[in-house]
């Protein structure tokens, strides 16, 4: 019964995804998310002046508060931000700093969403699928949320993803597409192609706000690296559209390391020969998984 139960809402899940893929968003729903993202960053933009003119005001304030709204504008804005984190070269240390804190520390939902779709996914009450779970999430990104559970011993990941992911999605790259072309009306605009450019990143976002395609890869990604000792990969257990259940793996961001590495340099202080060695290696191996996660 658990499940039969299971497989009919994974079922309908994924016949409720693609159908609404394929759904384009009306005009006045793209006004109400025009108008509640006016709101939404209206704290940073009634402050930006002084924050030009006001450095230290900039640093310490300004910077946290446009993380903050971005945090709290979809999952879009969220990526930007977690990209943007990664761009000292682009932006001063100051914002990248305050930006990376939603590479995991994004808002999260609450414990009624997650028990529910987790049911869904498991096809029983929580409690009765996993020996324990934790409903304080370890990390929130901008697609989702990761729990801690245990059963049969294993300890697990839990990805919930959060609420209303999809249709926000698909209304903002929509929105971020008209942007695009009214810009590309300036004749100095339209040689960085920015409608192709947010055509890309739309429908990279939506590639990874299914968490049922994420398993898929995850797959994928065991299967080919499955001879790289030094490379390791989430099992999944089950998935679904707004689920995954898989096995737990300890981890550090590597923008974390990078930027730990940098303030140690400014400080004059020396790197120990490991601390040396992890750079390199992540240079390295780094580039090599990633071309073979995008060629192979």
């Known amino acids: 019964d658990r499940e039969e139960r299971r497989i009919a809402a994974t079922a309908a899940a994924v016949a409720a995804e693609d159908e609404a893929d394929d759904v384009e968003p009306g005009v006045l729903r793209l ?43 979809g999952a879009c804005f969220v990526k930007w931000a977690q990209w943007s984190a990664t761009r000292s070269d682009l932006f001063p240390d100051a914002l990248c700093a305050a930006l990376g804190r939603l590479q995991a520390g994004a808002p999260v939902h609450g414990v009624a969403h997650t028990r529910r779709l987790v049911a869904d996914a498991v096809g029983c009450d929580v409690e009765d699928y996993f020996e324990a779970f934790d409903f304080a999430p370890v990390a929130s990104g901008s697609i989702a949320q990761v729990h801690r559970a245990t059963r049969k011993g294993e300890a697990l990941a839990v990805k919930v993803r959060h609420p209303r992911v999809g249709p926000r999605l698909r209304i903002d790259a929509q929105l971020l597409a008209v942007l695009a072309g009214c810009l590309e009306i300036v004749p100095a605009l339209r040689a960085f192609r920015l409608r192709d450019t947010v055509a890309q990143f739309g429908a990279t976002l939506a590639q990874q706000s299914r968490l049922d395609r994420e398993a898929a890869q995850l797959v994928g990604f065991r299967r080919r690296f499955g001879r790289w000792r030094d490379v390791d990969f989430p099992a999944p257990k089950l998935a679904t559209p707004s689920v995954i259940v898989e096995s737990f793996l300890e981890g550090e961001i590597v923008v974390g390391i990078a930027r730990r590495q940098k303030e140690q340099r400014r400080l004059g202080e020396n790197r120990t020969r490991a601390e040396k060695r992890i750079g390199a290696y992540l240079v390295t191996r780094g580039e090599d998984l990633y071309l073979k996660m995008l060629l192979v």
């Open 31 to 73: 006004l109400i998310r025009a108008a509640t993202l006016a709101v939404a960053f209206s704290p940073a933009a009634a402050t930006f002046w002084l924050a030009v003119l006001v450095p230290p005001f900039r640093r310490r304030v300004w910077y946290p508060l446009l993380a903050r709204c971005l945090g709290h504008s």
